[in-house]
């Protein structure tokens, strides 16, 4: 298991149909992911910034500002319109599973290889962590609209296990 603590090393792309994460600026830590999963990730990094924004008491007005920064509509549009069938790129992902959890104020990105190996760990401020959800989106819906999904969906799960654990959070 090897940690990443800097920000600045991890970048997210498209690769035709897959989500590439890069964790290292030298490329030696890149994660091929489908645009599905990647979906499912960045839904689980938002839970998870939020959780983290509780952890350092950051004010709700603070939230709402990061938000204005995201635009959902013009995301993907300046992508080329392609065929109504799905295609996929030559290419397979290499990553099998996923854990993404908050430590206090930083958020802890699991990957776990296709074909074992060593765990991926990158630790990251909660928003730095948003940055990386804001790039990973626009990744994702550019690969999915590469692939010719025409579906709506454009997130992951609703997060409703534990409802009743964090349901009324009282800071002081």
């Not at 013009?74 to 790129?89: G, K, L, M, N, T």
Request: aromatic fraction near 12%; include cysteine.
């Amino acid at each position: 298991m090897e940690d990443l603590f800097t920000f600045e090393a991890v970048t997210s792309e498209t690769h035709y149909d897959l989500w590439v994460l890069n964790l290292k600026s030298d490329g030696s830590k890149r994660l091929t992911i489908t645009y599905q999963m990647g979906f499912t990730i960045l839904s689980d990094i938002l839970l998870a910034c939020k959780m983290a924004m509780c952890y350092e008491q950051v004010a709700s007005k603070h939230w709402r500002e990061f938000a204005k920064l995201t635009t959902w509509r013009e995301e993907a549009e300046d992508a080329e319109a392609v065929h109504p069938i799905y295609r996929r790129s030559r290419e397979l992902p290499n990553v099998k599973a996923y854990n993404v959890a908050y430590e206090n104020n930083l958020v802890r990105l699991e990957f776990f290889p296709e074909g074992g190996g060593d765990m991926l760990t990158a630790k990251i401020h909660f928003s730095d962590a948003f940055k990386l959800y804001r790039g990973g989106r626009i990744a994702c819906r550019t690969s999915k609209h590469w692939a010719g999904d025409t579906s709506r969906i454009y997130s992951g799960r609703a997060h409703l296990a534990d409802a009743e654990d964090n349901d009324k959070l009282i800071v002081q």
